[in-house]
């Protein structure tokens, strides 16, 4: 069996790759694709978890609900 890696740097070591998933990447769902998921080392400071769509640093949606944001 493979062990599933993230596609894209993530810039805190704490953090944990949990795995990737479809997701709207936009509020509005205009913008769909595959993001790393990864559960945030600081939850009180945004969400439980980081959606990653980009090695870029501003490209990640910060959620406590995974649900809000799966197409």
Request: glycine share 8%.
């Amino acid at each position: 069996m493979r062990t599933m890696k993230p596609s894209y740097k993530h810039d805190c070591d704490k953090c944990k790759f949990v795995g990737k998933i479809f997701v709207a990447l936009d509020l509005y769902g205009d913008k769909k694709g595959i993001a790393d998921v990864y559960e945030s080392c600081n939850s009180d400071f945004g969400g439980k978890y980081i959606l990653r769509n980009s090695s870029k640093g501003h490209d990640y949606i910060t959620t406590k609900n995974l649900d809000t944001w799966i197409v």
